[in-house]
């Protein structure tokens, strides 16, 4: 990522020696860290006189330190100082703050990095440095954000949207450059008359430039790759709308090589399940899909038959009351008001009739339907049932449902809806 604190790197050694004196003989200036990881990205040990501690000795400043501290979008190093765990590296400006799991007493002490988690953090800088570089050469997109994730990292491009296919050109030629394995090295230049950066930086002085053969130069203060072969495979996954921009994820790295790894564990597994061979998977899975929306509809046609049926032999069945309209009820212990829903409108398809349906549990609910001839206003007659018992709902004059609060006030409901076994 650009503008981290490469300038302070390189003015860094003869400034500290000045300040060293000034500070030797006032013993009042605050010393600048050296940031050794600015001259050797591979440092993993160093040796270092504590100059200052704060919190207990929980939180030491070093004369110089190989420990990145969290800046410019790269999370910081972990690892250990004087014994102790390093939780946080903070950078200060001037100074880096090391928050420590434990106090360290001793004045001079060894630091050792977890190189795993920076070679990792390494991999992903300057794959993301080669990445920009690649879709601002192939489409002309401009950076415009990045974030070093724990999981995966993302880059944020000026443009709205990004096709499926340009997605995978530029991971094709960003991961040819890969296999080139280009030099990528550190220079200090005069921010004044460096050229040809990527993006032009906003500070002044000297800036530490980051170069990729032939391909990037940006001012940058993280730590990276000496050579683009070390990034490893470069891996694109999804691609979001964010905003203005698009959002590109990415790993690199054996993050790639346990990413395509669980990918294709997955598509095994799902490959298997439907006895198909991975590259069948996708058509299989969109056939199968359209197979499943016709049985669904099918079984709809079924479930509308079979409702019409039972409604015909229940409403043949059922005495007329003295208006000469004749009820259907059904009452379940168990189950949704969706499922009493066909039978409630084959039921108010047959003349003069009315449907009351109820269900005891999860809920206990009521569904009310009445043919047009009937009569009967099934919203209004369910809304007077419903005040008396202190349920709630409502609906039309054809078809109404409700709630009620027990199974007491269900047994109330049914015997004013005439609907009691
Ligand atoms: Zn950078």
Redesign the pocket.
Known sequence: ??G?REDTASTGRSKVRRLYRGARRARMVRRMTTRLYYADAYQTEFDARVVERADDGRRIYLERTAFYPTS???PHDTGTLGGATVRDVIDEGERIAHVLDAPVEHDSVTGRIDWARRFDNMQQ?TG??LLSAVVADLFGWATVSVHFGAGVSTLDVDVPSITAEQAARAECRANEIVFENRPVTVSYEDAATASGLRKASAREGTLRI?SIADLDR?A?G?THVRATGEIGAILIGKVDKVRQSARIEFVCGMRAVERARADHDALSRLAQSLSAAPHEVADLVARQSTRLKDADSRLRQLETELASRVARERYDAAQPDTAGVRRVVERRVAGSLDELRPLALATSSLPRAMFIGAVESPNASVLVAASEDSGVDAGRTLKAVLADAGGRGGGSARLAQGTLPSRDALDGAMASLGGAR
């Open positions: 990522m650009d981290a410019g979008g790269q800088h993301q440095h980051v940006s940058c993280g």
